[in-house]
């Protein structure tokens, strides 16, 4: 019964020979069978894809190309032809290789063979555009070893029958995989047994193996890490199944333990056939490689003879010959081909080696050329595949296998140090792991101290001749001296331009020099001859280098940022000395923080090269701008600023090369600094005088725009004073985004502008208020209660002069909420100052001085410090001055608007609610408890506006008017308002509701504070509550002391036993016998016979004695007040005196 893959085969056969049989193909003869048909042709390997794409476009059909599109075809997955384009089968079994790496595979480089050998092939990639299917050609391309063209070929020898690196490759693994036969290391062969341990080898790639699985029996482990070989290899399974199987049986009919590569190549060539492959293609590149490993190694062998020759060249003929070998020629010719060509190279094998090192032979010199790529390949494949920078973790077990390949190849410890640092070095340059550039390093530090080495392979490995040509002319090296050679033309090529190659990779720069000093410099005599010189680092030969390293690298960097200069700064809009005076300083910062400290190891120096070099460059471009600045344009606001970093950090990178080379003094005078400083001094000033006027402009025009509201719920400030500081704080911006050197002249000027700007914005604010003594209501006239039985007609009205029209305008202006802006505003002129001032300072401190003052070389170190704390002392006075007067002006105008609100909100806000019904007519029906919701309300609404540090201060405010308010009611309430013994309860209670009010349960002002302001209200209430006789004892007694000169008054301060007090408390008290007191002693009038019903026109204010009454009713006399009561005090007197006769 044929298998299913059998039928398919038969199927496919048949419909590509009735596809090709159609009269719509025309087939091309080959040139090998011109006259040959389709039944002539293997339809097996005929590319189906092919003869369908010639079928849609009407084209013809050649046998040839369908047969290599076939097995260009088969080399990759087979496609899926889905929209997408990118499904395919995979050829293993997915669940033995577990879950797919979760990273993007690296980016890989083809990597030709030294003898130019193409190992590409075409393949077809598809993709459909509608209907219609297209192919383009692609490369597939192996994927080790990295190829960077920065690494020079070493000049083996050409590999005449052209292997290509895949050819090398699976070569190599035969090798080794022969040498650990041949070792007497036994390997499973068992399928299963395999595919565990691939399995476990996918899976465990990146990552440790168990401990169990690490102390597995040594038979079990060679095995496992032949599996890893394979896969870094890319071994397929099955090739590895067959040769496994074939070297086992070759090693046990081998009687020698010596192996060279012709027997092994011989050896698989005898005992592997077609049937071992599942495609033909395979075979046949298997076969065509075995026949160039032979002919490489034989064929080309210098002192073979002629018959022997053309012997090796017969055998290979068959061998090559597909139809002859595989079809025609029995077993038995095919031995008989084969033992012939064994019999040349046993003779070849057994020709003494030329320097009589032990298990010498022929071979190791004859091939040395392939011997060493063939080494390569296996050192290549301890690299993992999945992350080429990265050695697997099996490297060293795996490095003891390859050593067994040492008698096959001719490689001895010296040569591996060499080749396996090269190999390192190689993947270096592809990937930038500088992991491996340490680990060349290391291998040829190995190679230079190796001591007591044998003549005889040091003989040996001077015979291995690599060419190079330089300068048109061909040297001759030795392995060792090729790798060197080719490491240090890689490490001066990049050297020569560091800032280039390393800016990026900073890591690598210390590792690369190290690399170029233990290779040695490549030098050149007299005549153009090329020498590789070897130097400790220190000698001459070293420094000359690393200054030309320096110098060369500074110059190709200049040139690059000077060649894009023009174009850059039309982009960028800036102006090109700027644009290249930053470029310059990014070079700079890497060679002071970077370089250097590398550098000056072996060039302490180095610093200063650099400096004085890119001083150099960018000052010949600076210095014809210098000459035309005249003032501070656009221009000059870029170049100046970027030229004085430049300078410094040029300086910064001199002085500290100078301190590593042991210079007498840090600023050497060929250190020529620019003269930014000196250029930038005036025309600073004179930019900051003309910001002075703009900001004065723009400050009065803000402030007369304001409106006094609100900037916003959260910013409870004016807009005007945001606007302010904005102007100034762009200005400070302005100034100090200058970048240019400056001294304090130029910060006193800067600080004259902000005193100048934020003083005028104040005294505006100050300006707009109103004195609160044209708050106060008119004051009744003094009159004594009496009740009046018959109404009289016609009453007296209080007497009043109207406001001034001006403080009337400013008083309706002044609302509650546009005061509450104002405070709030100068509470944000407090907050500003200091974070202005921060800033200030902040920003001073990072200002440089000019070059000359930063380096004059006659200040001593000790000058220097004194100088540098008389200039702080200067600055902290200069801001205390300027700061602490607008800080202290403020101040004061918060203190003055505070005490203003209250009186406001209580005296002229309040008035009708408070002042004027209050007690009015009788206490029990106008008491205060219908009045403090209107209190509550307008405390409400002042929280709301005020901010929070100012709260307490405006409430308390509002606290003290209140309670003067409550005084005047019962002091100066006037002829409506008169109080007995029974009213001073409520009265008492109506103080307490008062004061708890502002207490507010703990929530507002501490009750300690209240209460000492209610103090001489309760006071007051005190003298109510005291019989008539004695007030007017206390009275007599107050005016005698008026008389006397004695005064209770002090300091113009009310105290309970004043006269005036004492007098109002009498005309309000609701008594017969203080009546008669009043009308004999005073002549006061009755109080029925005066109308006090406020008047409507709320802008009158009382006549000057009822002005100087209004004044005793307030905390606090004036000295202009006090000489007013001159004859009220004659009265009084007068009084007394009658009343003691």
């Not at 298990?359 to 999945?386: P, Q, S």
Request: proline letters at 3%; aromatic letters at 8%.
């Amino acid at each position: 019964m044929e298998s299913l893959l059998q039928r398919y085969r038969r199927d496919r056969r048949k419909l590509l020979d009735f596809i090709l049989s159609s009269a719509s193909i025309h087939q091309i003869p080959t040139s090998s069978a011109p006259t040959a048909n389709v039944s002539d042709s293997d339809l097996d390997v005929v590319s189906a894809d092919y003869v369908l794409d010639c079928l849609k476009s009407g084209g013809v059909v050649d046998i040839s190309e369908a047969t290599k599109r076939y097995y260009e075809e088969s080399a990759r997955p087979v496609m899926i032809h889905s929209q997408l384009g990118d499904s395919y089968f995979l050829s293993s079994d997915p669940d033995l290789a577990e879950s797919p790496p979760r990273r993007l595979p690296p980016r890989i480089h083809v990597n030709q063979s030294t003898n130019h050998a193409s190992s590409s092939s075409e393949n077809i990639a598809m993709s459909r555009d509608g209907h219609d299917l297209k192919y383009t050609a692609t490369t597939s391309t192996p994927l080790k070893p990295v190829e960077n063209l920065n690494i020079f070929s070493l000049g083996l020898p050409i590999l005449n029958t052209g292997l290509s690196d895949d050819d090398l490759r699976e070569s190599a693994y035969e090798i080794m995989l022969a040498s650990i036969v041949f070792s007497g290391v036994q390997v499973y062969t068992v399928q299963d047994r395999k595919k565990e341990k691939s399995s476990k080898f996918l899976s465990g790639f990146k990552g440790k193996m168990d401990k169990a699985h690490l102390q597995s029996q040594s038979l079990g482990r060679h095995s496992e890490l032949i599996d890893t070989i394979r896969v870094q290899m890319q071994i397929s399974e099955v090739m590895d199944l067959c040769m496994r199987q074939k070297l086992m049986q070759f090693a046990t009919r081998k009687l020698c333990d010596r192996i060279d590569i012709p027997q092994i190549s011989l050896g698989l060539l005898n005992s592997i056939f077609k049937s071992d492959f599942v495609h033909e293609k395979s075979y046949m590149q298997w076969k065509y490689r075995q026949a160039n490993i032979l002919e490489e190694v034989l064929y080309f062998f210098v002192n073979l003879k002629t018959a022997e020759r053309l012997t090796i060249k017969s055998s290979l003929a068959k061998i090559r010959n597909t139809k002859e070998w595989d079809f025609i020629m029995p077993p038995s010719e095919r031995a008989e081909v084969l033992l012939a060509m064994k019999e040349v190279a046993s003779k070849l094998a057994s020709v003494p080696g030329q320097f009589g090192i032990h298990d010498e032979t022929c071979y190791w010199t004859a091939g040395y050329h392939l011997n060493i790529r063939i080494y390569e390949k296996l050192l290549f494949g301890m690299f993992d595949v999945l992350d080429e920078g990265q050695l697997i973790e099996e490297a060293d077990e795996i490095l003891m296998l390859i050593k067994l390949t040492w008698s096959t190849l001719g490689i001895n410890q010296r040569m591996h140090n060499v080749l396996y640092g090269w190999v390192l070095f190689q993947q270096f340059v592809g990937t930038d792991e500088a992991t491996l550039l340490e680990y060349a390093i290391l291998e040829v530090q190995q190679v230079l101290s190796t001591e007591d080495i044998d003549g005889k392979e040091e003989q040996y490995m001077n015979s291995l001749v690599c060419s190079r040509v330089f300068n048109g002319k061909e040297k001759k090296l030795s392995l060792v001296e090729a790798i060197f050679f080719s490491m240090s033309i890689w490490c001066d090529s990049k050297l020569l331009d560091y800032h280039l190659h390393f800016s990026k990779k900073l890591n690598n720069f210390k590792t690369v020099m190290t690399l170029a000093l233990a290779v040695g410099f490549i030098t050149s005599r007299e005549g153009g001859e090329i020498k590789l010189t070897k130097t400790n680092g220190l000698d001459e030969i070293a420094a000359k280098k690393l200054k030309t390293y320096i110098q060369k690298s500074i110059e190709a960097a200049y040139s690059r940022v000077a060649a894009t200069m023009d174009l850059e700064s039309k982009l960028e809009r800036t102006h090109p000395l700027a644009l290249l005076a930053n470029e310059l300083r990014l070079i700079a910062n890497r060679e002071l923080t970077v370089f250097c400290p590398i550098l000056r190891h072996w060039c302490p120096e180095a610093g200063m090269i650099s400096a004085m070099l890119l001083n150099q460059l960018y000052g010949e471009r600076l210095k014809p701008f210098l000459k035309g600045v005249m003032n501070l344009s656009e221009d000059v606001k870029l170049v100046l600023p970027a030229a004085d970093m430049l300078d410094h950090d040029l300086t910064q990178l001199y002085s500290s090369a100078c301190k590593d080379h042991g210079s007498f003094h840090p600023f050497d005078q060929d250190f020529d600094h620019y003269e930014v400083g000196e250029i930038s001094r005036p025309i600073i000033l004179d930019w900051v005088i003309a910001q002075h006027g703009r900001i004065l402009e723009w400050t009065g025009r803000a402030f007369d725009l304001e409106d006094w509201e609100p900037l916003s719920s959260q910013q409870r400030q004016a807009v005007s004073v945001v606007e302010v500081f904005r102007i100034v704080e762009e200005t400070v911006d302005q100034f100090f985004g200058l970048n240019l050197p400056m001294d304090i002249t130029h910060l006193q000027a800067l600080l004259s502008v902000i005193f100048h700007s934020l003083d005028t914005y104040l005294q505006k604010v100050i300006s707009e208020s109103v004195e609160k003594s044209y708050l106060f209501p008119p004051a009744p006239s003094l009159t004594r209660y009496k009740e009046m039985v018959i109404p009289i007609a016609k009453k007296k009205l209080v007497e009043s002069t109207p406001l001034d029209e001006k403080v009337n305008n400013k008083l309706n202006e002044l609302t509650i909420s546009k005061l509450c802006v104002r405070l709030n505003t100068l509470q944000y002129i407090q907050k500003q100052m200091r974070t202005l001032e921060d800033g200030i300072r902040k920003s001073w401190a990072l200002v440089r001085p000019s070059a000359n003052q930063r380096w004059t070389k006659e200040e001593s170190l000790e000058n220097l410090e004194e100088s540098s704390m008389m200039s702080s002392e200067s600055i902290d006075e200069l801001f205390a001055t300027t700061f602490n007067i607008i800080r202290d002006t403020a101040t004061d105008a918060i203190n003055k608007i505070c005490d203003f609100i209250g009186t406001k909100v209580v005296f002229w806000d309040l008035r009708d609610s408070f002042l004027f019904r209050l007690y009015r007519g009788n206490v029990e029906d106008a008491r205060l408890d219908s009045i403090l919701p209107h209190v509550d309300t307008v405390l409400d609404r002042i929280c709301d506006l005020i901010d929070d540090a100012l709260r307490d201060l405006v409430v308390l405010s509002i606290c003290q008017a209140a309670l003067e308010a409550f005084v005047w009611v019962l002091l100066d309430g006037g002829p409506s308002r008169a109080f007995s013994d029974s009213d001073i309860p409520m009265m008492e209670d109506d103080l307490n509701m008062l004061k708890d009010l502002f207490v507010a349960d703990g929530e507002g002002l501490p009750r300690s504070l209240v209460q000492k302001k209610a103090e001489f209200a309760e006071q007051i209430l005190s003298l109510f509550a005291l019989q008539t006789g004695t007030v007017i004892q206390m009275l007599m007694t107050a005016s005698e002391h008026i008389s006397t000169g004695l005064d209770s008054r002090k300091h113009g301060r009310l105290c309970l036993g004043d006269a005036q007090t004492l007098v109002r408390v009498l005309c309000h008290k609701k008594d017969r016998e203080a009546s008669k007191f009043l009308k004999r002693q005073y002549q006061l009038p009755m109080s029925s016979e005066y109308d006090d019903t406020p008047s409507k026109d709320s802008t009158l204010r009382s006549p000057l004695i009822s002005d100087l009454i209004k004044r005793s009713a307030s905390f606090h006399w004036t000295e202009k007040g006090q000489s007013s009561f001159i004859s009220l005090k004659k009265k009084l007197q007068e009084a007394t005196s009658e009343i003691r006769w």
